[in-house]
């Protein structure tokens, strides 16, 4: 498998976004996710995306269907007890599509046909959401109509190595282990959670720190 997104769970109607585009990204379009109670900005690179998550509808992030995800806790519980992240993964390009690598449970939201799942990782809030999309593919792979902005400012292209940094000392769960066989994923323990994306292979050996709005730094 290989990276498909992140997200980072953030305040209502995502104003964090803004300090992505002053950064020096261009913006995509924009989700609801009718049934699951969350919306999102989102931002687009050649290989994958990153999302901007928030809750829109408490009710139907609590409903009987979403709740299983724990998507309502993530995004209400802030603390080193609970993960604002979340990493979906999707089959490797050019290798046969199958079902995820991890032990997983099929979550059929609303916004999806019938035909189509998110298989979620079992894991504890301590860590990411683990996630697998089967049917999903590069950005750069989309469809016309369903092309996304690659270009920015900063001159990223592709989202080459991720680390999260995480409080939790327990067994890692499954998933866990299972992401940290992807390459340019790695996991660490410290002391609070954290986000470090590094794009195209971080040649200029620089980075940029949004803490304390977003647990989020960049490396290029």
């Known amino acids: 498998m290989e990276l498909d997104h992140i ?5 209502e109607k ?4 803004d300090l992505l585009t002053a950064f020096g990204l261009t913006e995509g379009s ?56 979340g990493v979906c993964f999707r089959p490797e390009a050019g290798k046969k599509r199958g079902p995820a690598p991890f032990k997983s449970w099929d979550y059929h939201p609303q916004y999806l046909p019938e035909t189509l799942r998110v298989e979620v990782g079992e894991s504890p809030l301590s860590e990411p ?18 092309a996304q902005p690659l270009a920015h400012a900063t001159g990223f292209r592709e989202i080459t190595r991720v680390r999260v940094t995480s409080p939790n000392r327990e067994t890692p769960s499954d998933a866990a282990i299972q992401a940290t066989t992807v390459s340019g994923f790695e996991m660490t323990v410290g002391d ?3 986000l470090e994306i590094g794009f195209d292979h971080e040649r200029e050996g620089k980075h ?6 977003l647990p989020l730094v960049f490396r290029w």
Do not use: K
Request: one cysteine or more.
């Open 7 to 11: 997200f980072i769970c953030v305040t």
């Open 14 to 17: 995502a104003p964090e976004g």
């Open 129 to 146: 959401m683990w996630f697998y999309l089967g049917f999903a593919a590069r950005p750069d792979q989309a469809a016309p109509e369903r």
């Open 30 to 85: 924009a989700n609801t996710h009718p049934g699951q109670g969350t919306a999102n900005r989102r931002f687009f690179f050649h290989n994958a995306f990153i999302e901007l998550l928030y809750l829109n509808d408490p009710q139907e992030a609590g409903s009987e269907l979403t709740r299983p995800t724990m998507l309502l806790e993530r995004l209400t519980q802030c603390g080193a007890g609970v993960s604002p992240f």
């Open 192 to 194: 609070e959670n954290l």
């Open 208 to 213: 940029h720190d949004f803490r304390p709005h």
